[in-house]
């Protein structure tokens, strides 16, 4: 691939990048923040049990159509719903494969994250993480199993193309994954009601409530070839 001969890929908020699927189509999907410089700049900071993962991932989106041939032109792509926002490790973007093709800019309404919970087994105590928005919460017995069985939030080391595949041609392809990202997970409303949050709210709405780092000020910090 054309990005895998130079070497080390630079890339930047709003890069569209490409996935060759298995059976001879194609997916597109989108960089919407760089993580890293978002953090190096003040605008997480990270609970210890996810700062070494999410800290060095970007918070990118999937379109969910396949394609049966190369997009020459990528503004094309945004006719198109995507996927929920997903947290991604850079390889492969860094390698080429998977080749960025274009930008599409970013807008603040676009940043959204996976949620996901944890639990801390010696205290009976339970987490839930979205992007900068964490709580930890005090569970008895019964409700410690009972939350350490719902999503778990981390980044994927790796895009597959057979995952993908699935997720762009299967109609609730999340939703009959859903411990893969609370935001789908049928008991989602009691899981916020316990940390403060409810399902209406969207993540700009959660910054402002609490005092975090907008969406458009992290689309400033996250700027720039990386």
């Known amino acids: 691939m054309a990005n895998a001969a130079r070497g080390r890929v630079s890339f930047q908020?709003?890069?569209?990048?490409?996935?060759?699927?298995?059976?001879?189509?194609?997916?597109?999907?989108?960089?919407?923040?760089?993580?890293?410089?978002?953090?190096?700049?003040g605008g997480f900071k990270f609970p210890h049990w996810i700062a070494s993962f999410e800290a060095n991932s970007m918070l990118i989106c999937l379109t969910k159509q396949r394609f049966g041939a190369r997009q020459s032109?990528?503004?094309?792509?945004?006719?198109?719903?995507?996927?929920?926002?997903?947290?991604?490790?850079?390889?492969?973007?860094?390698?080429?494969?998977?080749?960025?093709?274009?930008?599409?800019?970013?807008?603040?309404?676009?940043?959204?994250?996976?949620e996901g919970v944890c639990g801390f087994q010696d205290d009976n105590h339970g987490a839930f993480s979205k992007g900068s928005f964490d709580r930890i919460i005090e569970l008895d017995s019964a409700s410690y199993t009972w939350w350490n069985s719902l999503s778990h939030v981390g980044p994927a080391f790796g895009l597959s193309p057979e995952l993908v595949l699935q997720k762009v041609t299967e109609p609730d392809w999340l939703s009959k994954h859903s411990w893969l990202d609370l935001r789908a997970h049928p008991e989602r409303e009691k899981v916020l009601s316990l940390v403060g949050l409810s399902p209406m709210m969207t993540y700009a709405q959660i910054c402002d409530l609490f005092g975090l780092m907008a969406p458009a000020e992290m689309l400033k910090l996250s700027t720039g070839k990386c």
């Open 73 to 114: 032109k990528i503004d094309g792509l945004a006719d198109f719903p995507t996927l929920p926002s997903e947290l991604l490790m850079t390889r492969q973007i860094r390698d080429g494969t998977l080749p960025i093709v274009g930008n599409m800019p970013v807008r603040p309404q676009e940043i959204d994250f996976p």
């Open 13 to 41: 908020t709003g890069d569209v990048f490409e996935v060759c699927l298995p059976d001879g189509g194609f997916a597109y999907g989108r960089i919407l923040l760089y993580m890293r410089r978002v953090s190096l700049r």
